[in-house]
């Protein structure tokens, strides 16, 4: 099926892949149902984190947040020795579908679900030379994208954290969104979480320039949380997103080097560093076991810098430098470590995605941030060389406001 039968064959419905399928019930008279894809299910996994709260609803601040979607089916790749998957599908009559098809279709022959929550991380995978998990996520949007062809339409999909380890197969589930015309989410917790002190400018806001930090990497999956931070303030500034020309992992001596040169800046790393509730004191080239810059050049000649400094930090910082302002501002993206309800808003925001059809941010920031990102394993593992990335030459607009939860966080 070409992209102009699937969308004559989706015509007149309010939104091109919102038509319902043979039920007895309209799309528009019922809840939402949705299907959930997940490779592992464990207690404090991400699939605990996203797909629990679509089950028993979930918390923001004081205030708790009715579940607006009923999950009808679950799929899960690998069932983990502590897995609770099972138990709760039983528990919530929730149908356990021994394949992704089944999981959409609900064992017919067409897709049969409102929504796609793809829970692409934990699970026993390998990990490549360049230090990145090999997750499934293109794989089984693929699967997916066959189920959406073969029935004629498709529903809105929510991808965990970054799209792919590989460019090209980030780019290609992003192109597929746009080709079949769904709404698409994806991306991290952290850059939707409280903040400490609460944190935003208005879009257009000239910067000079901008760190984020975190704690130690390992390997993509660690540092893409510290990249999505960087990029959900860098995007509001004047004129604009861009693209990223080129970038550059750093480690070791390496980084203090570069902060010696002007690289990256030291004044908003301690500006950063002065909003932790957990850093180490004392010297942070002591402190940090293995420091990693991820340097970061846009087209339009901004700067920035996302720093894993593990030993010295363990939380997620931020900070940018404003021009006219002679004092930085920065911040805490907080992360509840005892009930993590970091995930809270995130999943709040992929609720009305499923229910109203909106997105509270761009799904190109996390576009952006995954192909930055495999650029920057790429960097590492041909000896921390820069490398220019003109197939990144992504460019949007943030929301008028930043969407994060407000509050001191729970």
């Given at each position: ?231 959900c303030f860098t995007e509001r500034r004047k004129g604009g997103e861009t693209g990223v020309k080129s970038v550059q992992l750093l480690a070791d001596d390496a980084v203090w080097k570069a902060a010696d040169e002007g690289l990256w800046s030291r004044e908003l790393l301690e500006a950063a ?138």
């Amino acid at each position: 099926m070409n992209r102009r039968h699937f969308l004559t064959t989706t015509a007149g419905a309010a939104a091109g892949y919102f038509l319902p399928g043979p039920r007895s019930l309209s799309a528009q008279n019922r809840r939402k149902r949705i299907a959930a894809l997940s490779t592992t299910y464990h207690t404090r996994s991400h699939s605990d984190n996203f797909i629990t709260r679509f089950l028993e609803g979930w918390w923001i601040g004081d205030k708790y947040h009715e579940t607006p979607c009923d999950l009808v089916s679950l799929f899960v790749e690998q069932e983990h020795d502590a897995d609770i998957s099972t138990r709760l599908a039983r528990s919530w009559g929730v149908k356990k579908a021994a394949t992704i098809q089944e999981a959409l279709t609900l064992g017919g022959d067409k897709l049969d679900v409102d929504g796609v929550l793809l829970i692409g991380e934990h699970g026993d995978y390998p990990t490549n030379v360049k230090n990145q998990k090999l997750y499934p996520r293109h794989r089984f949007m693929s699967e997916v994208l066959d189920v959406f062809k073969r029935s004629g339409r498709a529903v809105p999909l929510f991808n965990d954290k970054h799209l792919s380890y590989d460019w090209t197969k980030a780019k290609q589930m992003y192109d597929w969104s746009k080709e079949l015309n769904f709404p698409m989410m994806a991306g991290s917790s952290v850059s939707v979480t409280f903040r400490r002190p609460e944190l935003d400018f208005p879009l257009d806001t000239e910067l000079e320039s901008a760190v984020a930090v975190g704690g130690g990497w390992v390997g993509d999956g660690g540092l893409f949380h510290v990249m999505e931070t960087l990029q959900c303030f860098t995007e509001r500034r004047k004129g604009g997103e861009t693209g990223v020309k080129s970038v550059q992992l750093l480690a070791d001596d390496a980084v203090w080097k570069a902060a010696d040169e002007g690289l990256w800046s030291r004044e908003l790393l301690e500006a950063a560093l002065s909003r932790g509730r957990k850093v180490v004191p004392g010297p942070v080239e002591e402190k940090a076991r293995r420091p990693v810059a991820c340097l970061i050049e846009y087209n339009d000649g901004f700067r920035a810098a996302a720093l894993g400094l593990g030993g010295k930090a363990s939380e997620y910082l931020a900070a940018v430098k404003i021009k006219g302002e002679r004092e930085p501002k920065s911040t805490l993206c907080y992360i509840p470590i005892e009930n993590s309800n970091n995930f809270s808003p995130l999943v709040d925001s992929i609720a009305r995605m499923y229910t109203q059809g909106t997105q509270d941010y761009a799904v190109e920031r996390t576009l952006l941030t995954s192909g930055a990102l495999s650029f920057l394993m790429e960097s590492w593992h041909r000896g921390q060389v820069r490398i220019e990335t003109p197939m990144l030459d992504i460019k949007y607009r943030g929301p008028e406001k930043s969407y994060y939860a407000h509050g001191m966080g729970s």
